[in-house]
């Protein structure tokens, strides 16, 4: 959306489809692993996406052990 002045008020964003093609391990420890994930029906640049492999709940906070 933009507001009066032409500037944008939220990013665009949308939701596909993906599949997690496998699972990447840190050089360091202590750093988190990434999951590189394959995106259906994304553009040439945006088909893999690697992203930390980390487990949150949904207020994005680490469960407890």
């Given at each position: 959306?933009?507001?009066?002045k032409?500037?944008m ?18 050089p ?28 949150t ?9």
């Open positions: 959306m933009y507001d009066p032409g500037a008020t939220e990013k665009p964003s949308s939701t596909r489809p993906g599949t997690v093609e496998k699972i990447i391990k840190s360091f420890p202590g750093e988190p692993e990434k999951a590189q994930i394959a995106v259906e029906g994304a553009d040439h640049l945006y088909k893999e996406l690697r992203v930390e492999n980390s487990l709940d949904d207020t994005a906070l680490t469960p407890a052990s």
